[in-house]
């Protein structure tokens, strides 16, 4: 009798366990400021569906005008510059000129470059500024967008939420037992044989399921929220 309890007992040690998982967007972006300003663009047709464009963009009209401004400045100073600098060599060839009045010359010039150098910080800094001020999506869905025209935003704030829906994937946390080998284990979706492939494989027990191993894999399926059964074999 014992011999029979064992040999019934063998097969379910053996055979792989099924879990629950809920099919999720590959991945999940929250979309925030990067600067503050003024919304002069957002299209609320845009959500829900999957798009590649621009999404939002935030007023930047101050920020081309002084863009324009330094670029003027800026090619001023470089022709300015080469006069000082043709200057400063006829004034080394002047006889009877002092040390002194020879440095000034110098300092002249390298205030110049000082100055340059500032215009050209300011420059690169304003073009950093207004690209921030676009925000483009590629291949994105839409889930939600957070502002309307006319909001002002500071930085950090919220501006919308999308996915990458060109997958989906399954969080599955696994036991120790079927973690051995898992790598080479084929992923059974439903009982049945699909393209799911395991993405990551966290080795380290996870903190909120105790004794489990967060195991991500990775599908196509788009039917968000359904839950599904997982088996490796």
């Known amino acids: 009798m014992k011999k029979m309890i064992l040999c019934l007992l063998f ?8 879990y629950m998982a809920k099919i999720e967007p590959y991945e999940a972006y929250t ?10 663009y957002a299209d609320k047709n845009d959500e829900t569906k999957v798009v590649s464009k621009l999404l939002i963009k935030l007023d930047d009209s101050l920020e081309r005008a002084n863009l324009k401004l330094y670029k003027e400045q800026l090619a001023f100073y470089n022709e300015k510059l080469k006069l000082f600098e043709k200057n400063y060599q006829k004034f080394l060839k002047i ?4 040390q002194y009045d020879k440095d000034q010359k110098y300092y002249d010039v390298l205030d110049l470059k000082v100055t340059i150098s ?3 910080l300011s420059i690169s800094s304003t073009q950093d500024t207004i690209k921030k001020k676009s925000l483009y999506v590629n291949n994105k869905y839409i889930k939600n967008i957070n502002v ?24 599955v ?3 120790k037992e079927d973690m051995k080998n898992i790598q080479n284990k084929k992923v059974l979706i439903n ?35 359904n839950i599904v059964k997982v088996e490796f074999q």
């Open 31 to 40: 979309l925030y400021a990067q600067t503050s300003g003024t919304i002069s």
């Open 11 to 18: 097969p379910l040690v053996l055979s792989a366990q099924s």
């Open 148 to 171: 309307n025209v006319g909001d002002y935003v500071a930085i950090g704030s919220k501006l919308a939420t999308a996915y990458d829906i060109s997958k989906s994937k399954l969080i």
């Open 118 to 120: 500032n215009i050209k």
């Open 191 to 225: 009982g049945n044989e699909t393209d799911a492939k395991i993405e990551k494989i966290d080795k380290t027990i996870d903190e909120s399921f105790v004794s489990a191993y967060k195991v991500t894999v990775v599908l196509k399926d788009d039917n968000f929220g």
């Open 95 to 98: 006889s009877g000129k002092s």
């Open 173 to 175: 946390y696994v036991s």
